[in-house]
């Protein structure tokens, strides 16, 4: 066995300990899990999507997540296993993304072709122009015709 595979084993046994303590709710486990996991998560995510809010609300969720589920988690590997979740969940927000910019592209076509658009502006025209119209009427014309 190589010194790598020994830190590798090292770091295994240390974070099955600490997945342990935060199933008893040991919140200082987590912080250290956190801690040593979150700038990693974050340039992974990176990589990929290059927008750093995004990229931090991603590894938030993710931890977010394994502390709400702490009590029911069964992980025997933590790195691959958050690392896997956020190649998960940077493909999620790449599918949202995606559906949001189609429906968006949609939406300002269907604008800017839109007759029913130039139709409410046309009518917006004819009531200004009928509102002007109304206003050059002598005073008695102008109450008949408003009454009607």
Do not use: G
Request: aromatic share 10%; with cysteine; glycine share 0%.
């Amino acid at each position: 066995m190589t010194s790598l595979d020994n830190i590798i084993e090292f770091q295994s046994e240390q974070d099955d300990t600490l997945l342990k303590k935060i199933k008893s709710n040991d919140r200082k486990s987590f912080e250290v899990i956190f801690l040593k996991y979150n700038e990693v998560l974050f340039e992974h995510a990176f990589r990929i999507l290059h927008d750093r809010e995004v990229c931090m609300d991603i590894v938030q969720e993710i931890f977010v997540w394994l502390w709400t589920n702490r009590e029911i988690l069964e992980i025997s590997s933590l790195k691959p296993y958050l690392l896997a979740a956020v190649k998960f969940q940077v493909a999620n927000y790449m599918r949202r993304n995606k559906i949001q910019s189609r429906y968006l592209s949609h939406l300002e076509y269907v604008l800017s072709n839109s007759p029913v658009i130039e139709f409410h502006a046309e009518v917006k025209e004819m009531k200004d122009l009928i509102q002007h119209l109304i206003e050059l009427l002598p005073e008695k014309c102008r109450h008949v015709f408003i009454l009607s």
